[in-house]
């Protein structure tokens, strides 16, 4: 199993916000997770990048039991997260952005920053060489030395999606990704995560556009209240009478 729950549940005082949860993220695939509001989406996702720790139950990475894990152990053994909204710097440049995103997740301590040592400066270097990279990746090369402030919505998620790769993840977790963009512009972000998938990146999101999860999503899952109540490809999620009651409430085209 690449990435697997087993009997996930997170209290918070008397809230059971994820309850009982298995599930298996398929290894280079588009996973979704799908729900109404306060579902446990978010609290799924933060279970598993270290945020939260479970009440009881498990997630494994490749067979090893990551459940206890700091989220700072848990992004070096591959997992990398987006939040609902990333906090970028309005004021610096899309370059910039990345640099300074990669090099809070890189090595160098506290002494090798003040006293510029010699690793300081190589991985200084590698991450100016590798925030090029992923900035041309998600198709940003021509705005790289735009001020954050001045470039589009779409463009900012772009940039999120470069910090997020940046660290050479085996697996993404995007909260709402194309949250607060037009249908075009999700449309594009949709080609870039599915190009994502299709090199063997390991795609897990949360969305609420049910139209884009249909179309791009391998593998489902529906959380209610805390609990899996359906999991499976689009066509199988689309005709449960559960989820349609539950959640889509009869409108599966919304
Ligand atoms: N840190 C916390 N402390 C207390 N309660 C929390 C905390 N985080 C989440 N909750 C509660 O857990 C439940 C699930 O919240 P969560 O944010 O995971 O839902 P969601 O499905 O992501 O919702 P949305 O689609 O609105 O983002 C909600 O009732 C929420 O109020």
Redesign the pocket.
Known sequence: MFLETSNLTKK??G?T?INGVDFSVDKGKINAII??????????F?LITGV?HPSSGKVFFKGRDISTFPANKIAKQGLSRTF?TTNLFEKATVFENVVVGHRLRTKSNLFDAVFRTKREKEEGEKCKEKALKVLEYVGLSEITDMVVANISQEEKKRVAFALTLATDPEIVFLD?PTAGINPDETEKLSILIEKMAHEGITVCL?E?KMRMIMNMADKIMV?DY?EKIAEGTPEKIKSNDEVIEAYLGGDASA
Request: proline residues 5%.
């Open positions: 918070f005082g809230l916000a729900g109404p509001n306060g579902a446990g989406k978010s609290t799924y933060n939260h609902q709402e949360i609420h959380l805390g």
